[in-house]
């Protein structure tokens, strides 16, 4: 079946610190992908989305991602983050009937 | 603004009682969603429409029902069949269904089973 891994439950940080969430997924030479964030208790926002072209697409709040085919991955990435940046973070790939699956999440701790 | 409104925020009901969650927007939207979010298992999709007067079940439909008379609303009925319905449930659209286009989300309800 098609699966989207999100390998870290948690992560912490400190603030100012870099950050890296991995996500891999299962389906397609050619995947839509998403990066969404979740502040506790409301929905989810979109932080950026790759459809094909450059491999590094920047989003909002400056976040970034790298599509790598060769690892099926599709990992967010932030040079510094901000306390602000504490949320759940959630990769989604849309699969064969276009129907977005979404990992299980990564909840990013921040620290002072 | 544009956007997706959900109501309640909260929502409290008995076993064995139906409850119905609302879900609204104004983006003009030809498709929409509904979620069941539980910790630690991500999201996962109940029923979808992809235009009024239609809708399809999503993976976890069981327990569940939705009616999409208008394009501006899709809600969705938790029913006494539901065995485990305490979750947070979230609503989305689309501009259409084809799954490049990007989902818009609204607040999420919680519904908690007393």
């Known amino acids: 079946a098609q699966s989207v891994t999100q390998p870290d439950i948690h992560i912490t940080v400190s603030e100012g610190a870099s950050l890296e969430l991995r996500c891999n997924y299962s389906y397609g030479a050619t995947p839509y992908l998403f990066w969404y964030v979740q502040s506790p208790g409301q929905g989810l926002q979109l932080l950026l989305k790759y459809f094909s072209g450059d491999t590094l697409v920047q989003g909002i709040k400056g976040f970034e991602a790298e599509f790598k085919r060769s690892q099926s991955s599709f990992n967010l990435r932030k040079p510094s983050v901000h306390w602000s940046d504490a949320a759940e973070y959630f990769c989604?790939?849309?699969?064969?009937?276009?129907?977005?699956?979404f990992g299980s999440g990564t909840r990013l701790l921040v620290r002072p | 603004d544009g956007g997706i409104t959900q109501s309640p925020k909260y929502l409290f009901r008995k076993e064995g009682q139906n409850v119905t969650l609302s879900c609204e927007q104004n983006l003009n939207h030809d498709a929409m969603y509904w979620y069941r979010q539980d910790p630690g298992q991500g999201l996962r999709l109940i029923y979808y429409?992809?235009?009024?007067?239609?809708?399809q079940k999503g993976d976890i439909a069981e327990g569940y029902s939705v009616s999409r008379e208008k394009k501006e609303s899709f809600p969705l009925t938790v029913t006494s069949a539901q065995k485990n319905p305490t979750a947070f449930y979230l609503c989305?659209?689309?501009?259409?269904?084809?799954?490049?286009?990007?989902?818009?989300f609204g607040p999420g309800t919680r519904l908690t089973v007393l």
């Open positions: 429409s992809q235009i009024v007067n239609d809708f």
């Open positions: 989604a790939e849309v699969d064969s009937s276009y129907k977005l699956i």
């Open positions: 989305a659209s689309s501009i259409t269904s084809g799954g490049i286009n990007e989902q818009f």
